[in-house]
């Protein structure tokens, strides 16, 4: 009996160059339904190119990516949500309004009512009058990620959803994280913190020069480690100094 394809993203032979500069060598991976996938390496390894072009926001080189599959069109038969790890909000003006705007644009029938509540679960209730600029990075950040789920995405791509927060809003939107994946998204998340790959992802890929240098569950991976903690996995991939070192992609 042939086995039932349960993948939402298929990547295959994936290969990216910019000029003369190799990112992508030859990548081939699957995000299955309903899981939570961990993109994993440290800057300039491929991550985010691998993303772009996932999205149609490059062309690869070489190979295909596919998104149910096929490759991917806006407006097409599945909801994405995106929070890249560059933020992009109109800052001049408030943030209830900025919720709202893009609400609307996502087809929410109260969506008022929807970014109220938000708000209020991610301590930001007394703010809805605040202009964008006002706000302090994590705050905006919390604002960002409203945006991105407020459409109950099928597919969600984190870029470092929880970069630069404390322990508290951390734990905070991990929850959020976690809750959404109950109700059946499938979820990417790119993160340096390992405790967040330890707690939520069931399987990831750690990259490195545009190679899979790990890739199945996790206690797959640190099988193949003799047991190491992800973090000493990390350092032993990349070297106590050079995951500091590398460029930005």
Request: with cysteine; hydrophobic share 35%; glycine share 8%.
């Amino acid at each position: 009996m042939q086995k039932k394809n349960t993948a939402l993203i298929d990547v295959k032979h994936f290969k990216m160059s910019f000029a003369d500069r190799v990112v992508i060598k030859d990548l081939s991976f699957t995000v299955e339904k309903g899981e939570i996938f961990g993109l994993l390496g440290s800057n300039g390894s491929g991550k985010t190119t691998t993303i772009r072009a996932l999205l149609n926001l490059y062309q690869p080189t070489g190979g295909k990516l596919l998104i149910n599959g096929k490759p991917f069109k806006p407006g097409g038969d599945i909801r994405i949500g995106y929070l890249p790890e560059e933020r992009g909000l109109y800052k001049k003006e408030s943030v209830i309004d900025v919720m709202v705007y893009f609400g609307r644009l996502r087809g929410l029938k109260n969506p008022k009512e929807w970014s109220l509540d938000f708000l209020k679960r991610v301590g930001l209730e007394d703010h809805t009058k605040t202009r964008i600029n006002k706000l302090s990075q994590g705050q905006q950040q919390k604002i960002q990620l409203g945006i991105t789920v407020m459409n109950d995405p099928e597919l969600l791509i984190l870029d470092e959803p929880t970069k630069g927060f404390d322990p508290v809003n951390r734990r905070l939107l991990m929850d959020i994280i976690d809750e959404l994946h109950q109700k059946g998204s499938t979820i990417i998340m790119i993160t340096h913190y390992m405790d967040e790959v330890e707690r939520l992802c069931d399987r990831i890929l750690l990259l490195k020069d545009g190679v899979a240098r790990a890739y199945g569950t996790v206690s797959e991976v640190r099988k193949s480690f003799n047991n190491k903690s992800l973090d000493q996995i990390f350092v032993d991939v990349y070297g106590e100094n050079e995951a500091e070192e590398e460029s930005h992609e």
